[in-house]
Every structure is written in C-alpha cells, then in structure tokens.
C-alpha cells in the first residue's frame, strides 16, 4: 500500500482539517484491514509543519500504533514539510514493531530486505534532500540542481538492477501535474529528471497531491488522501496497491477514500445561492464551499452572512463586470515556464520604472540560491 502527503495538522483557508483528516486515516485503516499488504509505504510529508501541533502528532502515532497491528512492514520517510530530525526519533526503538523510519540522509541509504515466493526485494527509503544535504556527501553537486543532488544519493545506493527493488522518494518529477495546494518551485527548479529512477521496478512517490504516473506506472505519485485545494475537486482520492510479481512483473490499482466532506463550487446571485440551501436535492451545508457571487455590487457582510447559511463556507469571491475589468499580467501556465529571477526582474521593472542593472542581477541570483538552500 503506496500513500503519502497526510499533510496532519493542515489548515485550509482558516478551517482546521484534524476531523477530516482523522475520518480519512480511518478509512486508509479499513483499507489496509481489507488488502492486507505485506508492507505500507509512506512517502513523505506526514505533518504540515516542520514542528507539527500535539494534536497531529498523537493522530499519527496513533494510526502507526493500529497499522501496525495487522501485520504489515511500514516504511515512512520524511518530506520538504516534515523535520527529518523529529519524525526519524525512536526509528530504532519502532523498528522493533515493523515500523522503519527513514534517518536524517547521511549520505547513504541501505536497504530492508523482504522476501515472498519469488526471492528478495529491497525497500530503499531516500526523505526529502536538497542540494545541501547532500552536497557535503557529494561535493560534485552544484547548488540548485536538485535532479543532480536525487542522481548522487541514489548512485550512492549501489543498487543491483538485476534484483527487485523499490523506492520511497519525495521529491518532484519533471513534467508532473501540479495542484494549488503544493509547495513547488516556480520555473522547476526544484525537479528533478524521472529517469533516475530507472533502477527500481516501483518509486513510491510523494510531495505530489494529484494521483498520477510520472512517465510509466514504476514510478508513481499516489496523491494526498485529502483535498487540500479547490483546484483538486474533480479527483477522486485513493491509496495505490502495488503487486511485485518476479522481476519485471507489477500491477497497479487503486482503492478510493470517500472524504468526510467533499469539496464544492457554486456560483450565482446572494439570492440564487442563499436558497440553495432549502433544496433537499443539493445540500451544500455540510460541504467545503467556494462560492462566486455574480451580483454586480459587493454584497455587505456576505461572507459572514453566507457562512450564516453554509458554515463550511472557505471561499467567496466575485465574478462581474468590475472584477472581469481587472487586468492579469500573465496566466499561471506562463508563471510557472519563468525562472524565480525572471519574474523578480520583472517586479522590479514595475515597481521601479527601469531595469536591474547587472551588479543587482548578480545579487539577487546569489541571495534565491542562498535562500533555497536555507545556507542564511
């Protein structure tokens, strides 16, 4: 069972997620219970935050405490969200009930070794690296190439290609599908080549929250178990089971979760959408919300009142004449081809009614990398 990106302790547009996100593991439990996999990947970004609250520490522990109660090997490393310090300590104490936890990278992975009918197969669990972290390891990696700093981690693996092999990796892989709820790198800077993967017959993907391939179905993103943003409503979330048959041999499906709450768009008049609630046919009072108002004035206090109505209200905005008048400098397709130092070039221009000269464009190419690197 392939999962990732619980994000525990999240909050989405000022609503705290804990009750979903507790519904949710206990529906990835029921699925477990049912599948009954060998092993249970966890790739990456287990908490939201770096220092994770009390309340999504105990949900996780106590979802490992019942996981690992049906049996399974479960193998969790850390994500760009995660402390790699806080969620490796006690990995030797847990490892004593099946749970392996991925170390703080040191500049060498070895693997857990397990067994079936067909002979050994190795679980490599690589946590969320940066250039940095692996630089002092690797001094050849030059800072920013994140596809570069993936390359020497996973030589440095020494894999056998001629083994069954599998991957646990948070990382983000160029070309993917991304969502508004991800932390990535304007102008891909933070990707890295898919091709490295090469040497495993399945990369348990994470960092990614829309369920997808990256390339063929050996290296896959699983996707969060939750939507964390409006751009996701049209999934359909789920955990993916992965069956290694002998070398060569790999099937993939998935299990859907049905959230406690779904995510919903409308739109229309206060009028229209405020007597949308009387419908029986469309209850949206207990639904994550986000509604456009298409009334030409601003309604007074409408967001207040509408959450009045619809108390799982996230999201209200307006779509009329005056907000349509409104100018967008470039789409978001367009911001995502341009480099960080491009589009600051371009602020800056705005702001200040020239360009950067070249002693201010060497600066600030230092300072992004330096920030990226958190070397300041």
Same mark, same amino acid.
């Given at each position: 069972?392939?999962?990732?990106?619980?994000?525990?302790?999240?909050?989405?547009?000022?609503?705290?997620? =804990?009750?979903? %996100?507790?519904?949710?593991?206990?529906?990835?439990?029921?699925?477990?219970?049912?599948? #009954?996999?060998?092993?249970?990947?966890?790739?990456?970004?287990v908490?939201?935050?770096?220092?994770?609250? +009390?309340?999504?520490?105990? =949900?996780?522990? $106590?979802?490992?405490?019942?996981?690992?109660?049906?049996?399974?090997?479960?193998?969790?490393?850390?994500?760009?969200?995660?402390?790699?310090?806080?969620?490796?300590?006690?990995?030797?104490?847990?490892?004593?009930?099946?749970?392996?936890?991925?170390?703080?990278?040191?500049?060498?992975?070895?693997?857990?070794?397990?067994?079936?009918?067909?002979?050994?197969?190795?679980?490599?669990?690589?946590p969320?690296? @940066?250039?940095?972290?692996?630089?002092p390891? /690797?001094? +050849?990696?030059?800072?920013?190439?994140?596809?570069?700093?993936?390359?020497? #981690?996973?030589?440095?693996?020494?894999?056998?290609?001629?083994?069954?092999?599998?991957?646990v990796?948070?990382?983000?892989?160029?070309?993917?599908?991304?969502?508004?709820?991800?932390?990535?790198?304007?102008?891909?800077?933070?990707?890295?080549?898919?091709?490295?993967?090469?040497?495993?017959?399945?990369?348990?993907?994470?960092?990614?929250?829309?369920?997808?391939?990256?390339g063929?179905?050996?290296?896959?993103?699983?996707?969060?178990?939750?939507?964390?943003?409006?751009?996701?409503?049209? %999934?359909? @979330?789920?955990?993916?089971?992965?069956?290694?048959?002998?070398?060569?041999? =790999?099937?993939?499906?998935?299990?859907?979760?049905?959230?406690?709450?779904?995510?919903?768009?409308?739109?229309?008049?206060?009028?229209?959408?405020? =007597?949308?609630?009387?419908? @029986?046919? +469309?209850?949206?009072?207990d639904?994550?919300?986000?509604?456009?108002?298409?009334d030409?004035?601003?309604?007074?206090e409408?967001?207040?009142?509408?959450?009045?109505?619809?108390?799982?209200?996230?999201?209200?905005?307006?779509?009329?004449?005056?907000?349509?008048?409104?100018?967008?400098? %470039?789409?978001?397709?367009?911001?995502? $081809?341009?480099?960080?130092?491009?589009? /600051?070039?371009?602020?800056?221009?705005? %702001?200040?009614?020239?360009?950067?000269?070249?002693?201010?464009?060497?600066?600030?190419?230092?300072?992004? @990398?330096?920030?990226?690197?958190?070397?300041?």
């Amino acid at each position: 069972m392939h999962l990732s990106d619980l994000h525990l302790g999240k909050r989405v547009n000022g609503f705290s997620m =804990l009750e979903d %996100q507790r519904f949710i593991l206990d529906e990835i439990f029921a699925a477990a219970k049912d599948e #009954a996999p060998d092993a249970v990947l966890i790739a990456g970004d287990v908490y939201d935050r770096a220092v994770p609250t +009390a309340e999504a520490v105990e =949900l996780f522990d $106590s979802f490992l405490v019942r996981l690992s109660g049906l049996g399974p090997q479960i193998f969790v490393i850390s994500g760009n969200h995660d402390s790699a310090e806080r969620l490796a300590f006690g990995g030797r104490l847990m490892e004593l009930s099946g749970v392996h936890m991925a170390p703080v990278y040191r500049g060498s992975v070895s693997p857990f070794v397990m067994k079936d009918e067909w002979g050994e197969v190795n679980i490599y669990m690589l946590p969320f690296v @940066k250039p940095a972290s692996v630089r002092p390891f /690797f001094p +050849a990696v030059e800072a920013g190439d994140y596809s570069g700093a993936v390359k020497a #981690a996973i030589d440095g693996m020494g894999v056998d290609p001629s083994a069954r092999n599998v991957l646990v990796c948070h990382q983000f892989a160029a070309g993917s599908d991304t969502c508004e709820s991800e932390d990535i790198m304007v102008g891909g800077e933070g990707s890295v080549d898919v091709s490295l993967f090469e040497p495993f017959d399945y990369t348990a993907m994470g960092h990614l929250h829309s369920p997808q391939n990256a390339g063929s179905e050996r290296v896959r993103y699983c996707g969060s178990p939750l939507k964390y943003s409006f751009s996701e409503i049209h %999934q359909t @979330k789920s955990v993916s089971m992965v069956t290694l048959g002998k070398k060569g041999d =790999l099937a993939v499906r998935t299990v859907p979760l049905v959230p406690l709450r779904e995510m919903r768009e409308i739109r229309g008049t206060y009028d229209e959408v405020s =007597l949308l609630s009387f419908y @029986k046919d +469309a209850d949206f009072r207990d639904q994550y919300l986000h509604i456009t108002l298409t009334d030409e004035s601003s309604i007074p206090e409408g967001l207040s009142r509408l959450q009045a109505i619809y108390p799982f209200l996230m999201k209200l905005d307006y779509d009329n004449e005056r907000t349509r008048t409104k100018q967008e400098i %470039q789409s978001p397709a367009e911001l995502w $081809s341009r480099t960080p130092l491009d589009l /600051f070039e371009e602020f800056y221009r705005l %702001q200040n009614g020239m360009p950067m000269n070249g002693e201010q464009r060497e600066y600030v190419s230092r300072l992004i @990398k330096k920030v990226w690197e958190e070397e300041i």
